[in-house]
């Protein structure tokens, strides 16, 4: 089943210069950039991804840490491409992250976890929306 997801590349993957590293493993499953695009968020933008988030002990030092440089976001396509891009992520933790996944073989931080992916079809719909609503 062909499907779109969110990817964020946060801003620690910015600063350390792993946004080819990180782009060339998903395009090295298949999956398809649809849309791409480095920018700068600010809190309001960083409160309307993170909604579930908002009220939670650990938003507000996220909140910080995404909102701190330059980010890049983009759709992905592919088949099962939710999934397919959360296994390539890991471990939300860098520090249990498998070896082999973005997170596993570069990061060492829980918060600092170098991406964000869509966890599920609703959550892909509505984070797309939100950073591309054209399209």
């Known amino acids: 089943m062909t499907q779109r997801t969110l990817v964020l590349i946060k801003p620690d993957a910015v600063r350390r210069g792993l946004v080819g590293n990180v782009l060339g493993r998903f395009e090295s499953k298949g999956l398809t950039v649809v849309a791409l695009e480095q920018r700068l968020i600010d809190g309001?933008?960083?409160?309307?991804?993170?909604?579930?988030?908002?009220?939670?002990?650990?938003?507000?030092?996220?909140?910080?840490f995404v909102t701190s440089g330059p980010l890049v976001a983009l759709v992905l396509e592919g088949d099962e491409a939710i999934e397919v891009v959360r296994a390539i992520n890991g471990a939300t933790d860098g520090r249990k992250a498998a070896p082999g996944t973005i997170r596993g073989d570069l990061s060492v931080s829980n918060r600092e976890n170098l991406v964000h992916g869509s966890d599920s079809p609703e959550s892909a719909a509505r984070e797309i929306a939100l950073w591309f609503p054209d399209l």
């Open 44 to 64: 309001e933008q960083a409160d309307r991804h993170y909604a579930e988030h908002v009220e939670r002990d650990f938003y507000p030092p996220l909140r910080a």
